[in-house]
């Protein structure tokens, strides 16, 4: 079993930048993938960015320069580093983790970009 507690968000004005932090607790199966999703309201759940057990990432096109998703496994936390944020970018960010057998979701936490 895991917890995901996920840490953050804010508002911000375009071109800003924050990071959110995601703190695993309980049994991490060794092999696992981490991402970042957001949803905003009205839309569908995205896919934001991945990253490995063994440290390979991904991120949407739509973000691909401007988000970093990084780990510290020391610390048993993800990140995700948002810079040059767009309006866009608004929504309730959620931590995600998928083992073999199981996909565990973080409570999420509001982005807000505007003006």
């Known amino acids: 079993q895991v917890q995901l507690v996920e840490s953050g968000g804010g508002s911000v004005q375009p071109g800003g930048s924050l990071r959110l932090s995601c703190v695993a607790s309980?049994?991490?199966?060794?092999?696992?993938?981490m991402g970042w999703y957001r949803q905003a309201p009205g839309k569908q759940r995205e896919l934001v960015a991945t990253?490995?057990?063994?440290?390979?990432?991904n991120h949407a096109a739509s973000v691909k320069g401007r988000f970093t998703i990084s780990r510290d496994n020391a610390k048993n936390t993800v990140y995700l580093q948002m810079n040059s944020l767009k309006p866009e970018d608004t929504a309730v960010y959620y931590c995600?983790?998928?083992?073999?057998?199981?996909?565990?979701w973080g409570q999420g936490t509001q982005v807000s970009v505007s003006s």
């Open positions: 995600n983790l998928k083992s073999i057998q199981f996909d565990y």
């Open positions: 309980g049994s991490i199966f060794k092999l696992y993938i």
């Open positions: 990253i490995t057990s063994g440290g390979n990432t």
